[in-house]
C-alpha cells in the first residue's frame, strides 16, 4: 500500500507565501504523474499541479504564475511552492500520484488557510 504524507500546511495572510511537501513510503520514480489537488468547503475537488516522470509540468488556471510545483527524486518528495497566496487559496490540500495501469494513491490533505 502506497502512502503519501503531506505536510507545510497553515495559516497565513493573504500575499503570504508556504510550502507544502508530499513524502511517497515508496520510490517516486515509479509514478508517471504526481500532483496536487485542492477542496475549498462546498466545492468540487480540483487540478493544482502536475508533474510527470519526465518533468512536464500543469497547472490549473487560477494558480498559473503563483504555485511551482517540484519534485526531488532523493527524497522520495514532491513540492508545491505556493505564493501570492489568496483567500480563494484556502482548502484541503491532496498529494495524488499514479503508476501505471495502477489505481491513483492519494495523501490525508493538509489544511490551508488564507486569512486576515
Known amino acids: 500500500q502506497v502512502q503519501l504524507v503531506e505536510s507545510g500546511g497553515g495559516s497565513v495572510q493573504p500575499g503570504g507565501s508556504l510550502r507544502l511537501s508530499c513524502a511517497a513510503s515508496?520510490?517516486?520514480?515509479?509514478?508517471?504523474?504526481m500532483g496536487w489537488y485542492r477542496q475549498a468547503p462546498g466545492k468540487q475537488r480540483e487540478l493544482v499541479a502536475t508533474?510527470?516522470?519526465?518533468?512536464?509540468?500543469a497547472y490549473g488556471d487560477p494558480v498559473k504564475g503563483r504555485f511551482t510545483i517540484s519534485r526531488d527524486n532523493a527524497k522520495d518528495t514532491v513540492y508545491l511552492q505556493m505564493n501570492s497566496l489568496q483567500s480563494e487559496d484556502t482548502g484541503v490540500y491532496y498529494c495524488?500520484?499514479?503508476?501505471?495501469?495502477?489505481?491513483?494513491?492519494w495523501g490525508r490533505g493538509t489544511q490551508v488557510t488564507v486569512s486576515s
Open positions: 495524488h500520484a499514479r503508476e501505471l495501469y495502477q489505481d491513483p494513491n
Open positions: 515508496i520510490s517516486i520514480t515509479r509514478f508517471y504523474i
Open positions: 508533474i510527470t516522470g519526465g518533468g512536464n509540468l
